[in-house]
């Protein structure tokens, strides 16, 4: 049996350690845009719906409670207009990376079958593959499957890491070739909130699924939207069959949301006022970031939505891992590009998420002469 370390791709960010290492040296310290971690205060009303729920000598149900799942269809309906779904159709789960990791597993993939997910992506898409020893192909393109048929394919839109939103008629499309051929579409929508130009959609829309949840899954964390990334609140909503078999998975294994964070998710789900508030702070800071790294000579490409300005100096320009050491003289820390694909060789990911005191820092930094 192969180890973990075998199994798996090293872990991207132990890489960075010597970078961060240089950025803290700087003398007004680190500026670390790294990871999207958030640094806000959990909102009040997340905090007062766990207070009045720390009593909780019982197991949870790992269906959750009626009115977290409830909340949710109330929320997609209400605020990214997805119709005719059901409570039966939800599924709280402890942050969405454990989800997007094992939903292989869950499913029973295994060697042979084969896994799609975008050319630019998360690293734990491809974990989820090694994991079950199943092939694993990075494409944008369907036609790259030529006659094989994968079992499960990921799309992300708004992506992580480049904030690139993919209009509705292309994820239409997307909707089509896979039910044309019984493949299992799940949609990772965690920065579906976090749009700064145009609109994004999530794949559950009427106009891109026929009102029909029928072979789609769609993820979604409130870790960026709600500043609960140390709650570990999020779900999986869509396919009532493919639901109702994760339940079983999940249930034989006691992956259970705790009580408390099912009572503050379903507050949070129905609250947009800190939202609202959540997103002009990162707008702020992503107006004064885009501009002190445009005028330090940088170019941003996509970004019209999530928490990070995918930056680069052009295909004939330095190499990710330049770039990053680059902005560590200056104290910065961000990742390399190649953390998410051989298309990010050129690119480094800059996060949004540092307190506006540090991101006054970088920019002073990066426009400084």
Known sequence: MGTVSGRLPDFPWDKLTQYAEQARA??????DLSIGTPVDPTPEVARAALSAAVDAPGYPLTVGTPEVRRAVVDWLAGTHGVTGLGP??????????????????????????????????YPTYEVGAALVGAKAVATDALTTFGPETPKLLWVNSPSNPSGRVLPKEHLKKVVDWCRERGVLLVSDECYLDCVWEGEAHSVLHPDICG????GILV????????????????????DRDVIAELLAVRKNLGLMMPAPQQHAMAAVLGDEAHVKE?????????????AALESAGYTIEHSEASLYLWTTRGPDGPGCWELVAELAERGILVAPGAFYGAAGSHHVRVALTATDERVAAAAARLTAR
């Open 26 to 31: 700087h003398p007004d310290g680190i500026v």
């Open 88 to 121: 039966d159709q939800v599924l709280p789960l402890i942050g969405s990376k454990e989800f997007i990791a094992s939903l292989p597993t869950f499913l029973g993939l295994g060697p042979g079958d084969l896994i799609g997910y975008p050319a630019l992506a």
């Open 278 to 290: 959540q997103h002009e702070r990162y707008r702020a800071r992503r107006t004064t970031l885009r």
């Open 211 to 214: 009102g029909s949840a029928e």
């Open 219 to 238: 993820v979604h964390s409130l870790s960026k939207r709600s500043n609960l990334a140390g709650y570990r609140c999020a779900f999986v909503a869509g």
